[in-house]
């Protein structure tokens, strides 16, 4: 049994001789959209692959961040300065002549017998201040001095003063001692303010 041509026609579509361009354009079609998905198929599975392949490090906590911040440059601390302090040791009401000390800071001299004795070689600067009661009227002259040599001395008229400050940079060696007297004896006041004695070391020799 054989379907007439027009019948054919008919199932297919082919109207008027345009149902082939139709239904090729259509076949174009669903191939262009069947090559896109694919594309977007292995575009997203590489996508995938990629991030376990490369996962993105972690966020860096808090500290991680402190610690790879840069310090700025810290300034250099100031070196301390090695000085040795002296207070005075005895009595407002005392007639004295040898005037003796006690260590406020006991680095590179110590007291031994009423002297002051050196521990180390080296440059020193000495700083001396000698404050007389209000009533010493005379002429008082004070003086600092090892065993061999004077190193600082002064006068303090009584009549018109009653304080003196002297200082001046020393070498002294191991061994040495400084003495401090007054002549002749005063009352001198004993005030951290009024009376003291200091050396600071400059530096070793």
Same mark, same amino acid.
């Given at each position: 049994?054989?379907?007439?041509?027009?019948?054919?026609?008919d199932?297919?579509? $082919?109207?008027?001789?345009?149902?082939? +361009?139709?239904? /090729? =354009?259509?076949?174009?079609?669903?191939?262009? *959209?069947?090559? !896109?998905?694919?594309l977007?198929?292995?575009?997203? /599975?590489?996508?995938?692959?990629l991030? @376990?392949?490369?996962?993105?490090?972690?966020?860096? #906590?808090?500290?991680?961040?402190?610690?790879n911040?840069?310090?700025p440059?810290?300034?250099?601390?100031?070196?301390?300065?090695?000085?040795?302090? @002296?207070?005075? @040791? !005895?009595?407002?009401?005392e007639?004295?002549?040898?005037?003796? !000390?006690?260590t406020?800071?006991? $680095?590179f @001299?110590?007291?031994?017998?009423?002297?002051?004795?050196?521990?180390? $070689?080296?440059?020193?600067?000495?700083?001396?201040?000698?404050? *007389? /009661?209000?009533?010493?009227?005379?002429? =008082?002259?004070?003086?600092?001095?090892?065993?061999n040599?004077?190193?600082?001395?002064?006068?303090?008229?009584?009549?018109?003063? #009653?304080? *003196?400050?002297?200082?001046?940079?020393?070498? *002294? /060696?191991?061994? $040495?001692?400084?003495? +401090?007297?007054?002549?002749?004896?005063?009352?001198?006041?004993?005030?951290?303010?009024?009376t003291?004695l200091?050396?600071?070391?400059?530096?070793?020799?």
């Amino acid at each position: 049994m054989s379907l007439s041509a027009e019948y054919c026609s008919d199932k297919t579509g $082919d109207r008027g001789g345009g149902g082939g +361009v139709a239904l /090729a =354009h259509q076949r174009r079609l669903i191939r262009g *959209l069947l090559v !896109w998905a694919t594309l977007l198929t292995l575009g997203l /599975a590489t996508s995938i692959t990629l991030q @376990f392949i490369q996962r993105e490090s972690p966020a860096p #906590s808090k500290r991680q961040i402190q610690e790879n911040v840069t310090q700025p440059p810290q300034p250099p601390q100031p070196k301390e300065i090695p000085i040795m302090e @002296f207070s005075p @040791f !005895w009595g407002d009401t005392e007639m004295v002549e040898n005037l003796t !000390w006690k260590t406020v800071r006991e $680095d590179f @001299f110590k007291v031994q017998q009423q002297l002051l004795m050196n521990q180390k $070689d080296g440059q020193y600067f000495l700083y001396l201040q000698v404050t *007389l /009661a209000s009533h010493e009227k005379a002429n =008082h002259t004070i003086t600092v001095e090892t065993h061999n040599r004077k190193i600082l001395n002064g006068r303090i008229n009584g009549s018109k003063l #009653s304080t *003196l400050f002297m200082a001046k940079g020393i070498s *002294l /060696a191991k061994g $040495d001692n400084l003495t +401090v007297t007054c002549n002749p004896k005063a009352k001198i006041r004993t005030r951290h303010t009024e009376t003291y004695l200091g050396v600071i070391k400059i530096n070793s020799t």
